[in-house]
């Protein structure tokens, strides 16, 4: 039981620590929205990485994102991230939320490259896109609150057939 205490306290640690980065971030980009090489400036010319800048060698990346996707794409990815961020720090439809968050983690991995500076090594630059361990962290959330709820289904029903017997052998 304490083993179930102690991971039930690291998840929800986890999860209001993970909804409050996303609010927070959300919020960020607002703020630098429209300051030079901003947030919208980024997001109308930066160029998909996908793996890293230089990686392979000569990458230099795709697109930009045409203007069509690129401009809501700028204008909601904030919005997503300060409401869906709210909703899972405060353990609102969980399973929902944490699966849109990954989607929208997986479209900044994809914006920036998994390896961002272009190298695993250390060198004064970010050297690893923690959004994938972020992915994962928001992974196993989901799956707790998805046991939690099963097993919560299940001492429902229990109580519910214990009832239902107790009732019969009195008659």
């Given at each position: 039981?304490?083993?179930?205490?102690?991971l039930?306290?690291?998840?929800?640690?986890?999860?209001?620590?993970?909804?409050?980065?996303?609010?927070?971030s959300g919020?960020?980009?607002?703020?630098?929205f429209s300051?030079?090489?901003?947030?919208?400036?980024?997001?109308?010319?930066?160029?998909?990485q996908i793996?890293g800048?230089g990686?392979?060698?000569?990458?230099?990346?795709?697109?930009?994102l045409?203007?069509?996707i690129?401009?809501?794409?700028?204008w909601?990815?904030?919005?997503?991230e300060?409401?869906?961020?709210?909703?899972?720090?405060?353990?609102?439809?969980t399973?929902w939320?944490?699966?849109?968050?990954?989607?929208?983690?997986?479209?900044?991995?994809?914006?920036?490259?998994?390896?961002?500076?272009?190298?695993?090594?250390p060198?004064?630059a970010?050297?690893?896109?923690?959004t994938?361990l972020?992915?994962?962290?928001?992974?196993?959330?989901?799956?707790?609150d998805?046991?939690?709820?099963?097993m919560?289904?299940?001492?429902?029903?229990?109580?519910?057939?214990y009832v239902?017997?107790?009732s019969?052998n009195?008659?």
């Amino acid at each position: 039981m304490k083993y179930l205490l102690n991971l039930r306290t690291a998840v929800l640690v986890s999860r209001v620590m993970m909804g409050v980065f996303f609010f927070l971030s959300g919020v960020a980009n607002y703020l630098n929205f429209s300051v030079d090489n901003g947030f919208y400036q980024t997001v109308l010319i930066q160029k998909l990485q996908i793996i890293g800048p230089g990686i392979p060698a000569g990458w230099q990346g795709l697109g930009p994102l045409p203007w069509f996707i690129a401009i809501p794409y700028a204008w909601l990815l904030p919005l997503a991230e300060i409401l869906l961020g709210a909703l899972f720090a405060l353990n609102y439809w969980t399973r929902w939320t944490g699966l849109l968050l990954i989607l929208v983690t997986f479209s900044i991995t994809l914006a920036f490259g998994i390896i961002p500076a272009g190298s695993l090594f250390p060198n004064g630059a970010e050297s690893f896109n923690k959004t994938i361990l972020f992915m994962a962290l928001i992974w196993i959330c989901i799956a707790y609150d998805a046991r939690e709820q099963k097993m919560s289904r299940r001492r429902s029903q229990a109580a519910a057939d214990y009832v239902l017997n107790a009732s019969n052998n009195d008659m």
